[in-house]
């Protein structure tokens, strides 16, 4: 084992170069400090941590020129200078840096060794919480996966100019057509809401045996065939019946009809080629039940190994839970705080489906139609309803005509309505949908003058 002494890491030189530069140059190194969103923590060597906030201190004060005289005096009033090594340290730091021009170089690599001795101090901690006696291995993984995405989401945070430059491609890629969040099979709910947000908890729900899942699958066709990496716990419905819908619905060919014996005898080898590209989609299923906890680690490993953007729960009932919790709604608003926070930690959409209380079938879904907790709806920063029942009105009629009395093979309502009922900027909208229950999918309606939309 080595026993020598070992020194965290650090940059004395880049530490003392961040600090000659504001000396040098206030002007332009402080805003270029705080840009990089450099604090005083990075730096290792106590005196320069002191030194660099009292700096900071004094240019927000009165930003008045800074050198070693004026420096002096500043601290001097505060009882600082001393601890920062006195007048003569502060001529050595000035008379060390030629230029300011360097403080970006010198910045980054205060922050990778600042880094570093993150790293160094949270694997101790983990040492010692392993050695623990009673630690559940769940607990372990937990926090280093949290310092992880904690680390994560702090090399993310961006400065001004890089914030200007985010918002402006975000302008340019919705004038093009482009979605913020995970884009959704329908592009009228795309172009309003930008599909599904990242960072937040998106709720879908509807009545039972209405097409949900139908939905989910045919949405995760789509995302598949896009290169969009997903995650679907489909505790609901089971991989199998998932991949059979996404395929049905890739090829154009009835599952239903296949399951029954009745299928075409050239959707053999069609089933056979879609179900093979199904499989190689990068969407991971999961149909094991699980509890929040098992949820959180396989999302925080999906996130880290994979890259998901969204990830889909049908439903949230089926989520693991003790038997004396299965109708705490104290527990339900525990899970639907933990999916939020895990939206906002991995900044991935996570899209969960609810079950609906019992309402009469003549009355249109809103957000307090929602079982369970009212935390739940309120957590949740975009609600979908899939209405099979829908009072359309006078503009929808004129447009849609006819169509929206549509009626499919059974008898049933052809035509829904995908509607959002919950918005983060408070705006609704819903865009007719007809139901094609053979080919496992919903397609967008149109009007005689517009043109089908693709798939």
Same mark, same amino acid.
């Given at each position: 084992?080595?026993?020598?002494?070992?020194?965290?890491?650090?940059?004395?030189?880049?530490?003392?170069?961040?600090?000659?530069?504001?000396?040098?140059?206030?002007?332009?190194?402080?805003?270029?400090?705080? +840009?990089?969103?450099?604090?005083?923590?990075?730096?290792?060597?106590?005196?320069?941590?002191?030194?660099?906030?009292?700096?900071?201190?004094?240019?927000?004060?009165?930003?008045?020129?800074?050198?070693?005289?004026?420096?002096?005096? *500043?601290?001097?009033?505060?009882?600082?200078?001393?601890?920062?090594?006195?007048?003569?340290?502060?001529?050595?730091?000035?008379?060390?840096?030629?230029?300011?021009?360097?403080?970006?170089?010198?910045?980054?690599?205060?922050?990778?060794?600042?880094?570093?001795?993150?790293?160094?101090?949270?694997?101790? $901690?983990?040492? +010692?919480?392993?050695?623990?006696?009673?630690?559940?291995?769940?607990?372990?993984?937990?926090?280093?996966?949290?310092?992880?995405?904690?680390?994560?989401?702090?090399?993310?945070?961006?400065?001004?100019?890089?914030?200007?430059?985010?918002?402006?491609?975000?302008?340019?890629?919705?004038?093009?057509?482009?979605?913020?969040?995970?884009?959704?099979?329908?592009?009228?709910?795309?172009?309003?809401?930008?599909?599904?947000?990242?960072?937040?908890?998106?709720?879908?729900?509807?009545?039972?045996?209405?097409?949900?899942?139908?939905?989910?699958?045919? *949405?995760?066709?789509?995302?598949?065939?896009?290169?969009?990496?997903?995650?679907?716990?489909?505790?609901?419905?089971?991989?199998?019946?998932?991949?059979?819908?996404?395929?049905?619905?890739?090829?154009?060919?009835?599952?239903?009809?296949?399951?029954?014996?009745?299928?075409?005898?050239? *959707?053999?080898?069609? $089933?056979?080629?879609?179900?093979?590209?199904?499989?190689?989609?990068?969407?991971?299923?999961?149909?094991?039940?699980?509890?929040?906890?098992?949820?959180?680690?396989?999302?925080?490993?999906?996130?880290?190994?994979?890259?998901?953007?969204?990830?889909?729960?049908?439903?949230?009932?089926?989520?693991?839970?003790?038997?004396?919790?299965?109708?705490?709604?104290?527990?339900?608003?525990?899970?639907?705080?933990?999916?939020?926070?895990?939206?906002?930690?991995?900044?991935?959409?996570?899209?969960?489906?609810?079950?609906?209380?019992?309402?009469?079938?003549?009355?249109?879904?809103?957000?307090?139609?929602?079982?369970?907790?009212?935390?739940?709806?309120?957590?949740?920063?975009?609600? *979908?309803?899939?209405?099979?029942?829908?009072?359309?009105?006078?503009?929808?009629?004129?447009?849609?005509?006819?169509?929206?009395?549509?009626?499919?093979?059974?008898?049933?309502?052809?035509?829904?309505?995908?509607?959002?009922?919950?918005?983060?900027?408070?705006?609704?909208?819903?865009?007719?949908?007809?139901?094609?229950?053979?080919?496992?999918?919903?397609?967008?309606?149109?009007?005689?003058?517009?043109?089908?939309?693709?798939?």
């Amino acid at each position: 084992m080595n026993t020598e002494l070992r020194i965290p890491p650090h940059s004395e030189e880049a530490e003392r170069g961040i600090l000659g530069s504001i000396l040098l140059d206030p002007n332009y190194s402080i805003p270029k400090c705080n +840009d990089i969103g450099l604090k005083s923590e990075a730096f290792y060597d106590r005196r320069h941590q002191t030194l660099f906030d009292e700096l900071l201190s004094m240019y927000r004060v009165n930003g008045r020129a800074m050198d070693a005289i004026t420096i002096a005096d *500043w601290l001097k009033d505060k009882g600082q200078l001393d601890k920062i090594g006195g007048y003569d340290y502060l001529i050595q730091l000035q008379d060390s840096t030629l230029v300011a021009a360097h403080i970006q170089h010198y910045a980054d690599s205060v922050q990778k060794s600042h880094l570093k001795r993150q790293v160094i101090e949270q694997a101790s $901690a983990a040492i +010692d919480l392993a050695y623990r006696p009673g630690t559940a291995e769940t607990e372990l993984i937990q926090s280093m996966q949290n310092f992880t995405l904690d680390i994560s989401a702090s090399e993310k945070n961006t400065g001004k100019e890089e914030a200007v430059a985010s918002i402006l491609q975000m302008y340019a890629d919705a004038k093009a057509g482009g979605t913020k969040g995970v884009p959704i099979q329908f592009q009228k709910i795309n172009s309003f809401t930008g599909g599904a947000p990242k960072g937040l908890v998106t709720v879908l729900c509807g009545r039972g045996g209405k097409g949900k899942s139908m939905f989910l699958g045919q *949405w995760l066709n789509m995302l598949g065939k896009e290169g969009i990496p997903a995650t679907s716990l489909c505790f609901e419905d089971g991989i199998e019946t998932t991949m059979a819908r996404m395929a049905s619905c890739r090829g154009g060919y009835s599952h239903f009809k296949m399951s029954m014996g009745d299928g075409r005898p050239d *959707w053999d080898q069609l $089933a056979t080629d879609c179900l093979g590209k199904v499989r190689a989609y990068p969407v991971e299923f999961v149909s094991k039940k699980m509890n929040i906890e098992q949820i959180r680690n396989r999302l925080f490993q999906d996130r880290e190994t994979r890259g998901i953007e969204v990830a889909i729960i049908d439903g949230f009932k089926d989520i693991s839970r003790p038997s004396t919790k299965y109708n705490d709604t104290g527990f339900e608003e525990y899970i639907s705080q933990e999916l939020t926070d895990i939206a906002r930690r991995l900044n991935i959409a996570v899209v969960v489906v609810l079950h609906l209380q019992k309402i009469p079938p003549n009355v249109e879904i809103d957000i307090t139609n929602i079982r369970g907790s009212a935390q739940i709806a309120n957590d949740c920063r975009v609600a *979908w309803a899939l209405q099979d029942f829908v009072s359309w009105n006078g503009a929808e009629k004129e447009k849609y005509g006819h169509r929206l009395q549509e009626r499919d093979e059974y008898g049933s309502p052809a035509v829904y309505a995908f509607s959002v009922i919950k918005t983060n900027h408070g705006k609704t909208c819903r865009v007719p949908i007809q139901k094609q229950l053979d080919l496992s999918r919903f397609d967008e309606l149109t009007n005689e003058t517009e043109q089908e939309l693709p798939l």
